[in-house]
């Protein structure tokens, strides 16, 4: 079973929409992570959380918003979606302890494309 | 500021022998994680294996090994009986310790192709 979830797998939008993307992580990790990866821009760091609090933010627009509703959720809300937004966006986690700190996993992915 | 670079954007090599891909990286810490990953052709992301910077001895983990050149800031990944399996693109990546901690950087990866 995936220990990573994201949901969904596939997403369609219309320029101007909102969306969100979730992400659920059943590993016992602290910390989950936003990437964004496209053609352009192989695997991209977004945002990171520990905790439920954000660590660090390369995402210089505020259309994009994560939201931890629970240690091991970390939502993505993109709002005013434009065409350049269409990338898979990956969730990862790691933990800060142990033989297998910092390491991170990802999930499966979602797959945006925005029309 | 930190920096992940691969300069080898595909490799093609024949099954069963072994390749080395390269990784040369750029931190200010003395303190720093490198993690190598391999994306299927699924899109799936999978860690293969790390390099903690404080440890001298290079890392092996099944088929992988790696080249830890801490004075010349390289890290290769080191794929030995190379099978149809692996072809994927394989990615370099650093974790920093302090105020980056929380940001693991990539570098644009390398696609392997092993060939029967």
């Known amino acids: 079973d995936p220990k990573i979830i994201q949901k969904p797998k596939y997403l369609v939008a219309v320029t101007g929409s909102e969306k969100i993307l979730i992400c659920e992580q059943y590993?016992?990790?602290?910390?989950m992570y936003w990437y964004r990866q496209s053609a352009k821009k192989p695997l991209e760091f977004m945002f990171s959380?520990?905790?439920?609090?954000?660590?660090d933010n390369q995402t210089a627009s505020s259309r994009f918003q994560p939201q931890s509703s629970k240690k091991n959720h970390l939502d993505l809300q993109i709002t005013a979606l434009k065409p350049d937004d269409s990338a898979t966006y990956f969730c990862?986690?790691?933990?800060?302890?142990?033989?297998?700190?910092?390491?991170?996993?990802f999930g499966a992915g979602t797959r945006l494309s925005v029309l | 500021a930190q920096k992940v670079t691969q300069t080898q954007t595909s490799i093609s090599v024949m099954e069963k022998t072994t390749v080395t891909m390269d990784c040369v990286y750029e931190?200010?810490?003395?303190?720093?994680?490198l993690f190598w990953y391999k994306q299927t052709a699924s899109g799936e992301i999978v860690f293969l294996i790390r390099q903690d910077s404080y440890k001298k001895e290079n890392a092996t983990v099944g088929h992988y090994s790696l080249n830890f050149q801490k004075p010349k800031s390289s890290i290769g990944l080191i794929i030995t009986a190379t099978q149809i399996e692996d072809s994927a693109v394989y990615f370099c990546?650093?974790?920093?310790?302090?105020?980056?901690?929380?940001?693991?950087?990539f570098g644009k990866g390398t696609h392997l192709h092993v060939l029967p």
């Open positions: 590993l016992g990790h602290n910390a």
């Open positions: 959380y520990s905790y439920q609090k954000l660590m």
């Open positions: 990862a986690s790691s933990q800060d302890w142990g033989e297998d700190q910092n390491t991170l996993y």
């Open positions: 931190t200010q810490d003395s303190s720093y994680f």
């Open positions: 990546a650093m974790r920093e310790g302090g105020p980056n901690a929380y940001k693991v950087i």
